[in-house]
């Protein structure tokens, strides 16, 4: 047996050796599962033909938690990967982790290039430090946008989506008085409900600039519109003007707006190319910019998706093939109008940006309108208030939120005295976080 | 003279033991070791400075009613599923052991979802049981809203004992057969003979018989119901609706791989390996002792 062991590790060794002769190999761990996995295995595979000198091994971790938790886990083990695509929620652990490579060094050691003007501000603020510098390199970018139903809305007259809130509550009733069974679908995911909600209206979700000015930051959203907004909602499901779509009940948002059970819904602009696909027969829809409380003083959605962190301690022939990777999946061309072209998400540059429309990309009648998502992340200067949340540990608080949010949307608890909850026990969380990074200042 | 096999060379018989002490220790004291040592400092995710921080984790974890809760769910989790599943199994593998028509067939086909990883039987029952799409969903029809473990913490509960028990079932079911396979057909027999009738041989006589293996089943199922159970609870509610599925091993996940607070998650880890230890100890304890070994 151990012989055998032996055997296999020699030629495990001479056969890479004999490859790595020929091209240097990274490792690149991606998260995005399904289709988009396939888009981004594609990516590689592309970038692998168009050179013969560096070659990207790519793994798919299956989904955006395992990755970030298997790269923890390898990079405890010392086996971790080269470049690694990490969600939004994760760039605040990335950002303190002492593992990263930070991409503007990055790129200024491997002469990447980049023109960091060219990122759009609502996204090169996210993933950058409170200084202003980009710690990782935007790859699938996302925002939320509303879903409308035009049939639907045509029955009450309407041929635009709504522009504030209020509107689309009187729109809602219009709605189901004319018989329109389910006028708004929503779930209780954060991102939508409280983090874009807070980012359009510049609403503070947490103090010191929403976690940017420090791991200090308390949360905050139990004393602001936001209360008001889920109390909105919870009147709505009561009224039977909205409905309740998760995929526990068979059907997420998407699904439900898609077979045309539910007249509006937000969502990702990811899911864009997912309803084309999966519509009912002559679903005729559109999307627009959610609504806000005051349409006169919009600001800037944020920006959702993952982005693709360098990691420590690798040898410098692999820096050099990662950086020529990089420089390949972000390029305008080989980049960008690849992902757009491919999934639901944006262009993240302004480059890359016009190069599509010069294209005729979003004059395709399956992607008419589908760049509302830019002008919502571009609805406005980047406030301290729009540009991100950088709270530790923010997946146990959105699931804080979703618990509470559970209880109150069913009846057992007062909307108030849930949020409070929820601000309460995130207080806690991010107590201990900042315990944890004791003596650690947030880049 | 007595008759007993023992080594005269004391360095032979730890090299037989030590394969499996070698196993034990990397995958049972090692971790634990590891978790305990997390659990009593504040471990950052990926590693590096740990602080000494004494009991903060498990007072944390005990002043957390959140925490209580999921107690309270894993407990009525591991007995609902238990006895549920047990009582099946009991009555399949007692009409199967009649031979009837096709016991063959049941045989084979009653263990089957015991193959069934936890994960697969989870997606199943989501599917089934979900109120808009499932074939369940007929019901709401009938009833609207009668049946909606998305939104109802009780029918959520249902769903997840429902499915827990149907993957265990079959594992009981083969061991209950077994074992009722074993008694001797003559005790049944003269059961028989002097008029008991089927219910009542089975009553007294069968069941009282295989009650070794029913403790036996007992110890398994319920650590089973704390341990293996977070696959379907993760597909089928993710802990919803309001926790009310929140089991402690769920719990554990949530905060230690996706909160990727695993000082917190260790400290929960120890508290369950001692939960499940002592009540271990106490069925061995207490339970057994109504255990009569043939």
Excluded at chain 1, 21 to 47: I, M, P, S
Excluded at chain 1, 109 to 115: A, E, F, G, S
Excluded at chain 1, 257 to 284: E, M, P
Excluded at chain 2, 231 to 241: A, H, K, L, N
Aim: aromatic share 14%; charged share 20%.
């Amino acid at each position: 047996m151990k012989r055998l062991i032996l055997l296999a590790t020699t030629a495990v060794v001479l056969a890479s050796g004999a490859n790595a002769a020929e091209r240097t190999k990274f490792e690149f761990w991606y998260g995005l599962t399904g289709d988009l996995g396939e888009v981004v295995a594609k990516h590689c595979q592309l970038f692998n033909q168009s050179q013969d000198k560096y070659e990207a091994v790519c793994t798919g971790q299956g989904g955006y938690d395992k990755a970030e938790q298997n790269t923890i886990a390898a990079y405890r083990s010392k086996q971790h990967p080269t470049v690694v695509q990490i969600y939004d929620a994760g760039t605040v652990n990335f950002m303190l982790s002492g593992a990263i490579y930070p991409a503007t060094k990055f790129a200024n050691d491997y002469k990447l290039d980049i023109d960091w003007k060219a990122y759009f501000p609502g996204i090169a603020n996210y993933y950058a430090t409170s200084a202003g510098e980009m710690w990782s390199f935007p790859y699938n970018s996302s925002t939320a946008v509303f879903y409308w139903n035009k049939e639907a809305f045509a029955k009450i007259g309407k041929t635009e989506a709504p522009k504030t809130w209020a509107e689309f509550g009187e729109d809602l009733k219009a709605m189901k008085a004319a018989g329109v069974p389910c006028g708004f679908a929503f779930d209780f995911d954060s991102w939508m409900d409280l983090e874009q909600f807070s980012a359009t209206n510049s609403i503070p979700l947490a103090t010191l600039d929403n976690g940017y000015g420090g791991l200090g930051a308390e949360l905050a959203f139990n004393k602001t519109a936001f209360v008001d907004h889920m109390k909105d909602f919870k009147s709505w499901l009561d009224a039977g003007y909205a409905k309740i779509q998760t995929k526990q009940m068979g059907k997420d948002v998407v699904q439900a707006f898609a077979d045309g059970t539910c007249a509006a819904t937000i969502t990702s602009i990811a899911n864009h190319g997912t309803v084309h696909n999966t519509q009912a027969k002559d679903l005729k829809w559109d999307v627009a910019m959610m609504p806000v409380l005051d349409a006169a003083k919009r600001t800037n959605s944020m920006v959702g998706g993952a982005s693709l962190w360098v990691m420590e301690g690798k040898s410098k022939e692999e820096y050099e093939a990662a950086a020529a990777f990089l420089k390949y999946v972000t390029a305008p061309d080989t980049g960008e109008k690849y992902i757009a072209e491919n999934t639901g998400y944006i262009p993240v540059t302004t480059k890359g940006y016009e190069l599509l429309k010069a294209d005729g990309f979003y004059k395709d009648p399956k992607r008419v309108n589908r760049d509302i998502a830019i002008a919502s992340l571009t609805a406005s200067d980047v406030t301290p208030l729009s540009r991100g949340i950088r709270l530790g540990n923010f997946t146990s608080i959105r699931a804080e939120l979703r618990s509470e949010l559970e209880a109150a949307f069913t009846g057992q608890k007062d909307m108030q005295a849930a949020i409070d909850t929820v601000v309460e026990r995130g207080n806690q969380i991010l107590r201990r976080y900042e315990q944890t990074y004791k003596g650690v200042a947030l880049p | 003279m007595e008759k007993r096999a023992t080594f005269s060379n004391l360095w032979l018989a730890a090299a037989f033991i030590a394969p499996q002490m070698l196993l034990i220790f990397v995958f049972f004291y090692w971790p634990s070791g590891e978790a305990l040592y997390w659990a009593v400092t504040l471990e950052p995710p990926f590693g590096g400075s740990n602080q000494w921080v004494g009991l903060q984790n498990f007072m944390t974890v005990f002043e957390d009613p959140k925490y209580w809760n999921s107690v309270r769910v894993s407990l009525t989790f591991a007995f609902s599923a238990t006895v549920l599943s047990l009582a099946i199994a009991a009555l399949l593998a007692l009409f199967v052991d009649r031979r009837l028509p096709g016991h063959q067939v049941y045989k084979f086909t009653f263990f089957l979802p015991y193959a069934l990883a936890a994960p697969a039987v989870g997606l199943a029952f989501r599917f089934i049981f979900s109120p808009d799409a499932g074939f369940v969903s007929a019901i709401n029809h009938a009833f609207p809203g009668l049946w909606n473990p998305a939104l109802n913490g009780y029918d959520a509960f249902i769903l997840i004992v429902l499915a827990q028990s149907w993957k265990m079932v079959g594992y009981n079911f083969i061991f209950f057969l077994a074992a009722l396979q074993s008694i001797p057909r003559t005790i049944s027999e003269a059961g028989a003979m002097d008029g008991a009738s089927v219910l009542q041989r089975m009553r007294d006589i069968q069941l009282p018989l295989i009650t070794p293996t029913l403790f036996f089943l007992i110890v398994i199922n319920i650590t089973d119901s704390f341990v293996d159970s977070f696959g379907i609870v993760d597909i089928t509610t993710s802990g919803g609706p309001a926790r009310a599925t929140e089991l402690m091993v769920y719990k554990i996940y949530t905060d230690g791989f996706q909160g990727k607070d695993y000082s917190l998650a260790a400290a929960q880890s120890i508290v369950l390996m001692v939960l499940v230890i002592a009540l271990t100890f106490i069925q061995f304890r207490f339970v057994e002792r109504r255990v009569h070994y043939r």
